[in-house]
């Protein structure tokens, strides 16, 4: 069983340990459709059997050695239009955690969820907003720790690969839940929303560097406060979705 001890107000401070699930963000949602949750509330496990990635892609995890969670956030001051403040605060709440123990690399968040150590995925963030009174944001985060082997996953790393440190997981995710609860408070703040777009913009990976959709170039541009990305070429600018195409990033 992990251990948790976030340095936080109650994000992480209810923490459900399972050993081995299906998937950490399945088992929360059902959670909170049966029950009232206390906000933070966190599930943990060791191994995930079926865990989600974005557009439907699976997670790939060893057992024991990373950091597979979710959590539960009610947003309640936040608009439905000012959602994807949540995948701000949470893509930067990750990027600073891997930046505190790889500080000597370029650690970036790749939109619309994923973190970057240089060219490498270290950790992947999967957000699902039950709408309703209150908002149920089911927080899902998957850090690659201390794996050493990506099998089939050359652009995959972990962190103790960039760190040439073996860590403990329970403090990497601890860690994060702190980070968590930090830049979720901003948006309780006048002007906070506004901050935390505008630091996520300023992590970008490739950010005004030229990418691939559909065999044309684009530069990135940046994202907007609803959570497009931003890119253009001589045709003009784009607005995308994260479910709506395909981007080569390398």
Same mark, same amino acid.
């Given at each position: ?32 459709? /049966?029950?009232?949750? !206390? ?5 943990? !496990?060791?191994? %995930? ?8 892609? !699976?997670?790939? =995890? ?11 956030? %009610?947003p ?22 891997? /930046?505190?123990?790889?500080?000597? $690399?370029v650690? !970036? ?27 149920? =944001? ?8 201390? %794996? ?17 440190? $073996? ?6 995710? =601890?860690?994060?839940?702190t ?17 935390l ?5 300023? %992590? ?29 070429n ?14 080569q990033?390398?």
């Open positions: 069983m992990l251990n948790l001890n976030p340095q936080s107000l109650f994000v992480g401070q209810s923490v459900i340990f399972v050993q081995e699930i299906d998937s950490t963000n399945e088992y929360l949602k059902n959670l909170a459709k /049966q029950r009232n949750l !206390t906000e933070g509330t966190v599930v943990v !496990t060791e191994f %995930q059997s079926k865990g989600k990635g974005q557009r439907g892609n !699976t997670w790939q =995890s060893e057992a024991g050695v990373n950091g597979l969670f979710s959590c539960l956030l %009610q309640k001051g936040l608009r439905p239009d000012q959602l994807s403040a949540i995948s701000f605060l949470v893509g930067l709440a990750v990027r600073a955690v891997v /930046q505190k123990y790889a500080p000597d $690399k650690v !970036t968040v790749k939109w619309p969820n994923d973190i970057m150590v240089e060219n490498k995925k270290v950790a992947g963030i999967l957000i699902e907003n039950m709408l309703g009174e209150p908002v149920n =944001s089911i927080i899902g985060i998957g850090m690659n720790i201390n %794996q050493k082997v990506f099998n089939l996953l050359p652009d995959a790393t972990s962190m103790s690969l960039e760190s040439t440190d $073996k860590l403990d997981v329970a403090s990497v995710i =601890s860690d994060c839940l980070f968590v609860e930090k830049y979720y408070l901003l948006t309780k703040r006048d002007g906070g929303v506004k901050q777009w505008e630091l996520y913009v300023s %992590q970008l990976y490739k950010h005004e560097e030229t990418v691939q959709i559909n065999g044309e170039g684009f530069k990135v541009i940046g994202v907007k406060e609803t959570g497009e990305l931003i890119v253009s001589k045709k003009g600018e784009r607005l995308l979705q994260h479910k709506e195409v395909d981007i990033w390398n």
